[in-house]
């Protein structure tokens, strides 16, 4: 049973390659960007955004919750105490990115669970963009 739930756990951070499409808009509107992040597994991957002109390209990764508990049950005749984990889908992530000649840069933090996610990005400028991240049609 315990290699069956470790099983999961590892295949949940990426048995296989998973692609994600990325929408960044800045926060004034006036820029828009498109991207895609590719799950490599355990928690890491590859990142491609085309923003204002530059094309950036980088790494990210991610670490997932987990929660540990105590259960104490009161019957006729006794007291039992459980110890229970969760792991969560809820994953946070960092990405950083760098225009070809590592001219400008891109940081991104975000959150994303199993199909979707949020964040916001800043370049080097100070600039910041929401950042959305959706299933991709590419699966």
Not at 61 to 70: M, N, P, W
Request: aromatic content about 8%; some cysteine.
């Amino acid at each position: 049973m315990r290699s069956i739930i470790l099983l999961t756990i590892f295949c949940m951070s990426g048995c296989a390659t998973t692609p994600y499409d990325l929408r960044l808009v800045s926060r004034g509107g006036t820029d828009k960007g498109t991207g895609t992040i590719e799950q490599l597994g355990n928690g890491t991957g590859s990142i491609n955004v085309s923003l204002a002109g530059r094309n950036y390209t980088g790494t990210w990764t991610a670490t997932r919750a987990e929660t540990h508990g105590h259960i104490t049950g009161f019957g006729r005749r006794f007291a039992r105490t459980d110890t229970i984990s969760t792991v969560s889908s809820l994953q946070q992530g960092l990405a950083l990115l760098s225009a070809a000649g590592g001219a400008a840069t891109l940081r991104c933090e975000f959150q994303v669970d199993y199909n979707a996610g949020f964040g916001h990005c800043e370049d080097g400028q100070g600039k910041k963009y929401d950042l959305q991240i959706l299933p991709s049609a590419r699966q």
